[in-house]
């Protein structure tokens, strides 16, 4: 019903960039929020960005505030995550995540309340 497509992974040495894309196809009229999470093998999936479909509101995960920033393209077709600065705990695999539940807030750092997720990208951040 709803297909998320990341891109935009791949192998940086510490210090540089990545931009991520995420877009969306299906049923996407009413979702609320999207967002990025990560995972390392091991552990659970943690929220890293999210931004409101309605408000543009934004959340950032503590540790990459200031060095990531979402965005969304101007027709909403597309949402992105710049990551600058990287280090070796950037290391993850990166999901878009899309919630459609209309009771606030749209956006969510539990990953058990997001309803669509992408298949993630590769992001690896050498030392």
């Known amino acids: 019903q709803v297909q998320l497509v990341e891109s935009g992974g791949g192998l940086v040495q510490s210090g540089g960039s990545l931009r991520l894309s995420c877009a969306a196809s299906g049923s996407t009229l009413d979702y609320s929020a999207i967002s990025w999470f990560r995972q390392v093998p091991g552990k659970e999936r943690e929220a890293v960005s999210c931004i409101d479909k309605i408000t543009g509101t934004t959340y950032y995960l503590p540790s990459v505030q200031g060095r990531f920033t979402i965005s969304r393209d101007a027709a909403e077709n597309a949402v992105y995550l710049d990551m600058n600065n990287l280090t070796p705990e950037d290391t993850a695999v990166y999901y878009c995540?899309?919630?459609?539940?209309?009771?606030?807030?749209?956006?969510?750092?539990?990953?058990?309340?997001?309803?669509?997720w992408g298949q993630g990208t590769q992001v690896i951040v050498s030392s």
């Open positions: 995540a899309a919630r459609f539940n209309k009771v606030p807030p749209a956006c969510v750092t539990n990953p058990n309340w997001i309803n669509y």
